[in-house]
């Protein structure tokens, strides 16, 4: 793994963002409940969440919710990371005003990025514009490291958390590759069967091949 600590910005013309199906990039940093290396975490789901800066409304709002939330999320095996460029005292001092105006813990860690190296690495900054703050991004990153699913939302939307929490127990559903997730898909709902494409297999499925629900053997 190389050391992002020491992660030196290349030009705008050769940023790369990665996508989905590719290994997340690995990094260690300094959070809020101490180092994190993110291939340690292996073997579960990452929810990998950037935010523009600290103490800024929107994501303020949203880290409300994330906490909220943050059991569902725990039942689901998947881990919660917050990231900003913001270093780890202006965290510390974020999450200690959360709980003092709102009555909210955050239970789970903001990792730090000052160096811009995580950040950089994703994608999530533009090395063209004036300004250091992440875009509003999210990476959803499965057990072997693969990432599964990207979010990108403006400075000023903030986004829904039900949505991120139904978004991953989709994957997880769809992970052994026998089923797809029709939209707005639920745990328990109906799910689509893939089209056996042969003519035979279109024939006896009629003419609904191409959109079929089929009961969840999973529900």
Same mark, same amino acid.
């Given at each position: ?15 790369? !963002? ?91 860690? !903001? ?109």
């Amino acid at each position: 793994m190389s050391d992002l600590s020491y992660f030196s910005l290349p030009p705008a013309e050769q940023v790369r !963002v990665p996508r989905i199906g590719d290994l997340a990039p690995d990094f260690s940093a300094r959070t809020t409940h101490g180092p994190v290396t993110l291939s340690d975490l292996r073997g579960q789901w990452v929810l990998l969440v950037s935010h523009p800066a600290d103490f800024t409304p929107v994501c303020t709002s949203e880290f409300i919710a994330l906490a909220e939330k943050a059991e569902e999320f725990r039942k689901l095996d998947c881990i919660l990371m917050g990231l900003s460029v913001d270093g780890l005292p202006s965290h510390l001092a974020w999450v200690a005003a959360i709980k003092a105006a709102f009555g909210v813990n955050v239970p789970f860690p !903001v990792l730090e990025d000052p160096s811009m190296a995580v950040a950089a690495a994703y994608g999530m900054l533009d090395v063209s514009a004036d300004t250091s703050a992440t875009i509003r991004a999210v990476y959803i990153i499965d057990p072997d490291g693969v990432i599964q699913a990207i979010t990108w939302y403006p400075v000023t939307v903030g986004r829904s958390v039900d949505e991120l929490l139904r978004l991953v127990q989709a994957l997880r559903r769809v992970r052994k590759g026998d089923v797809l997730t029709p939209e707005g898909w639920q745990p328990g709902d109906d799910v689509l069967s893939p089209a056996d494409l042969t003519q035979e297999a279109v024939s006896l499925s009629g003419p609904d091949w191409f959109c079929k629900l089929v009961k969840d053997v999973e529900a």
